[in-house]
């Protein structure tokens, strides 16, 4: 077995990225540790979406980190370099905004995202979709829950061509949470 640099700039990731969401919480019914999502992200771009692009794994690990931690931009580029953190910052949400416009940015810059970003917001969507299907949040609606599957499909829409198969993923996520929820 080879272990590269490669291999050890995942596992610092993943340090960090765990140290940083340590007393985070999903919000589905087992309130499961917060770093379970970004691990399920970068497996998901490795298993299902063949990515060997490093620096793309190690920003869908630290994705989360600026928006909802205390994680400084500054942290990642000292740790992770410029390209790690330029796809980082490009799938995190301003936070001071309200959730509506949020929403509406995420729809909008779909398309013009990088490669790399478009890989991350990808995956990230496959999880949460599958993760709103079969876990969601306790204080959630049923209406709630089919507006955000709905809306994962305009964000989507804009990060098409991107990878077959985290696409195909993708679909066949929202149609089983389609299913689930009554959508027709």
Not at 73 to 80: A, G, K, S
Request: charged share 30%; glycine share 6%; aromatic share 6%.
């Amino acid at each position: 077995m080879d272990f590269s640099e490669d291999t050890g700039l995942l596992i610092k990731a993943l340090r960090f990225s765990a140290d940083k969401h340590r007393h985070q919480r999903r919000k589905d019914q087992a309130q499961s540790p917060y770093i379970n999502h970004p691990i399920e992200v970068m497996q998901l771009l490795w298993d299902v979406g063949g990515v060997r692009d490093v620096n793309v794994l190690l920003a869908a690990l630290l994705h989360d980190t600026i928006e909802d931690t205390q994680t400084t931009p500054e942290e990642i580029r000292n740790l992770f370099g410029g390209e790690v953190l330029s796809l980082v910052l490009e799938v995190t949400d301003d936070k001071n905004l309200p959730k509506a416009e949020r929403k509406r940015l995420q729809v909008e810059s779909a398309p013009r995202k990088s490669p790399g970003a478009k890989l991350i917001k990808l995956a990230d969507k496959c999880c949460n979709v599958r993760d709103l299907a079969g876990s969601p949040p306790r204080d959630w609606p049923l209406e709630r829950r089919r507006e955000y599957l709905l809306w994962t499909e305009q964000v989507v829409a804009g990060l098409r061509g991107t990878n077959m198969a985290l696409e195909a993923y993708y679909e066949s996520e929202l149609l089983s949470g389609k299913m689930l929820l009554g959508i027709g």
